[in-house]
């Protein structure tokens, strides 16, 4: 357990100032009821909504009993295929119960983290709060992992023509209410700046500067063969140095292809087909051949890290500011 540094949290409620602590799965939290009691998973159907949150049972495996740093490995076409996970969940907790959570999987092969998901109660929003958590779990990424590289993460790509129309209206109209494709345009927005401000910079074309788009496949390889292009995702590609590493010694390009890798074969396609091989073979070649694809894409350019956002992206977050709208993201 790590009490969050120099912050206390403002109960929602008006119950008074309460010392903020972290917890941490395998570490603080050993079994499923421990795990469940925390109000972690009620917090987690709270803060994403249903077409972006994985099966509760699923994480509960995931961080108490599946990735926990052991080598896996499995056979297919005769060919020996191995992956090593581990992976935690960070609960930020007032009072013993889930304001705040972080969901990370380190790959021991790359030495990379992924973020998976990053969240904060909406009433505990307040002071620097949610920085100040994400602060605090690097911080024990690396002690927990001290050979990782950095962390990465996919962002939703943001339409800034898209955004700045709903912004426009808004401003025209006067009114409050955002209907639902205008609330994800600024959610995605909200979300690369967040990161941004973190220190975050996305893998971009060095000519254009414009953001890399990496496809992710289809994250059920139960749902039927003709229907996984139809699930398929387009990303950006966000990434963090670990603060006290030595300057990297692989170039950015290097860089991306280590990322897209680790995310998507290592973490993704090598975990899902683990779970059953032989069924899952199509799959596999699917899930491998779209990654292929993503990396041949990328090696026609030239790959730098760049800020995520543009001069015209903070006069548009002024704007959005201006209108003193609560949106949650």
């Given amino acids: 357990m790590r009490l969050l540094t120099d912050m206390r949290g403002d109960a929602a409620g008006g119950e008074g100032t309460q010392t ?34 994985d099966s509760a049972d699923d994480i509960v495996r995931w961080v108490l009993s599946e990735d926990v740093g052991r080598r896996e490995q499995f056979t297919l076409d005769g060919r020996e295929i191995s992956y090593c996970l581990d992976s935690r969940c960070f609960i930020l907790r007032a009072a013993q119960r ?14 990379l983290v992924f973020c998976n998901y990053v969240g904060v109660a909406t009433a505990w929003r307040g002071g620097g ?15 927990l992992f001290p050979g990782n590289i950095g ?23 006067g009114r409050r209410q955002l ?24 893998f971009c074309d060095a000519r254009t500067k414009r953001p890399l788009c990496c496809r992710s496949p289809c994250l059920d390889p139960s749902l039927p063969q003709a229907d996984w292009a139809g699930a398929e995702e387009d990303y950006w590609l966000m990434w963090q140095a670990r603060t006290s590493a030595p300057p990297a010694s692989v170039s950015s390009g290097e860089l991306w292809q280590t990322t897209v890798e680790a995310i998507y074969v290592e973490i993704l396609a090598k975990s899902l087909v683990a779970e059953a091989p032989q069924s899952r073979r199509d799959y596999w070649h699917y899930a491998t051949s779209l990654v292929a694809q993503t990396l041949r894409q990328g090696a026609a350019a030239e790959i730098a890290l760049a800020p995520c956002l543009a001069a015209a992206d903070s006069l ?14």
């Fill in 20 to 53: 903020l602590d972290i917890v941490v799965t395998r570490d603080d939290l050993r079994d499923e009821a421990a795990f469940r009691a925390t109000g972690v998973l009620d917090l987690y159907q709270q803060l994403f909504p249903a077409n972006e949150r």
């Fill in 151 to 173: 962390v990465a993460l996919e962002v939703e790509p943001f339409d800034r023509d898209q955004a700045e129309a709903v912004i426009t209206d808004l401003e025209h109209t």
């Fill in 316 to 329: 548009l977050l002024q704007r959005w500011r201006r209108l003193a709208i609560d949106l949650a993201i």
């Fill in 129 to 143: 709060l949610a920085r100040a958590f994400y602060r605090e779990m690097a911080g024990m990424l690396d002690a």
């Fill in 179 to 202: 209907a639902a494709e205008e609330q994800a345009a600024i959610r995605r927005l909200l979300r690369v700046r967040w990161y941004d401000a973190l220190g975050h910079s996305v």
């Fill in 98 to 111: 889930a304001i705040g959570l972080g969901f990370f999987t380190y790959d021991h092969a790359s030495r």
